[in-house]
């Protein structure tokens, strides 16, 4: 657990000092307490010798990283609270991942993709800055996409639209080109490393037609070792149809529960996509309703600094409409269900309503979990 590790050791380390047997013995101790957590992430066979190499590693690697995961931090504007609570969350959560992608893409010998599903608030872009930083000192290049990028253009959307008027913001399955997201990953997936061949990443800029937002210029991948492929819905997959027989807040009527439905049918257009996923991550709230809290906070401090911003009712209705299309109460459980492994996540990341990260858990090895704070 990290809070059996106190913050005055990761503070040693950054600064270089020696620890005392004593407490390089406790980052033993809660290396062998984790090791379920260590073997999901692929770190390798876990002797004695492999715990050492664990701590001295990623001790190393701390006091390298540190001051530069700091002022990108800052120059972002990311927030951690309590700003201590960094050291923890690289020693046991960002540190390892990394080491665990750099190692994954060593073994398949191509370019690794790794898939991150998350809503608003729950870390992805923090977590995409991050790696990008501890990649780079592991020797890898990186690359984040998010699915945000494969929006169709504004003008296809629009006559979506006009088509079904369900679908009155970007953001739900059908409102993505699947196959230039197929395009993309199948050209950086079998692009041979150390090739020169250039590959345009579709961006996105939300800020177009009025906040319809619409494509902008593609940018030009030279290289990626790891790819991280992140959105609010990477990676799910359809539910029976049974599932969705019932009304579940906000689904509150015939037409809310067919619009469900119609999305969860257009899911089925994604799965070819997501065969181009190695590993699957999926950040996950303690309840999902964190997300309308995140959002309703983060407009407020939109207003605040003079931007324009939606009002509180109007947050809840476009909260809710994500909802009504892919319900987290109906879709999460079958992402991360640990009882009869039929889940489609490989590693689960569950966060708080502080947006910290409380519990990692695999569901390769045998339900490894390592509770965070």
């Known amino acids: 657990m990290i809070k059996s590790i106190p913050i005055r050791i990761f503070e040693l380390i950054i600064r270089g000092d020696r620890l005392s047997s004593s407490d390089y013995d ?43 995961i700091s002022q990108v931090l800052a120059i972002h504007n990311i927030q951690i609270d309590p700003p201590s609570a960094v050291l923890p969350l690289l020693w046991h959560y960002w540190l390892p991942l990394a080491q665990s992608l750099a190692s994954q893409q ?44 494969l929006y169709k253009t504004y003008a296809e959307r629009q006559k979506l639209r006009d088509r079904h008027p369900d679908f009155i913001w970007r953001g739900p399955p059908s409102t993505h080109d699947v196959d230039l997201g197929i395009q993309v990953l199948q050209q950086l997936r079998d692009r041979h490393l150390g090739n020169s061949q250039l590959i345009e990443i579709p961006r996105f800029d939300k800020s177009l037609h009025n906040g319809a937002g619409d494509r902008t210029e593609p940018e030009i991948s030279h290289a990626a070792d790891i790819v991280l492929f992140e959105g609010w819905f990477v990676g799910m997959c359809p539910l029976p149809i049974s599932a969705l027989r019932n009304f579940v807040p906000p689904i509150l009527s015939e037409g809310d529960l067919e619009f469900a439905h119609e999305c969860n049918a257009n899911l089925y257009n994604y799965l070819p996509l997501w065969e181009y996923l190695d590993s699957l991550i999926v950040l996950v709230p303690e309840d999902y309703k964190y997300s309308l809290e995140w959002r309703i906070e983060a407009e407020h401090k939109l207003i605040a600094a003079g931007k324009s911003g939606m009002n509180d009712q109007e947050i809840t209705q476009f909260v809710e409409y994500f909802w009504k299309a892919l319900h987290p109460e109906l879709f999460m459980p079958r992402m991360i269900n640990r009882e009869n492994g039929g889940s489609y996540a490989d590693l689960v990341v569950e966060i708080s309503r502080s947006h910290l990260p409380t519990n990692i858990y695999s569901l390769l090895q045998a339900k490894g979990n390592q509770s965070i704070f």
Request: net charge negative; proline share 1%.
């Open 26 to 68: 406790l980052l033993m101790d809660e290396s062998r307490n984790n090791s379920d957590y260590f073997c999901a992430l692929d770190i390798g066979a876990l002797d004695l010798n492999t715990f050492n190499e664990i701590v001295d590693q990623r001790s190393q690697l701390l006091r390298s990283v540190y001051p530069k």
């Open 106 to 149: 060593e073994k398949i010998g191509r370019t690794f993709i790794q898939g991150l599903l998350g809503g608003q608030g729950t870390g992805k872009t923090t977590l995409g800055i991050v790696l990008n930083i501890l990649l780079g000192h592991l020797g890898k290049t990186f690359l984040s996409i998010s699915l945000d990028d």
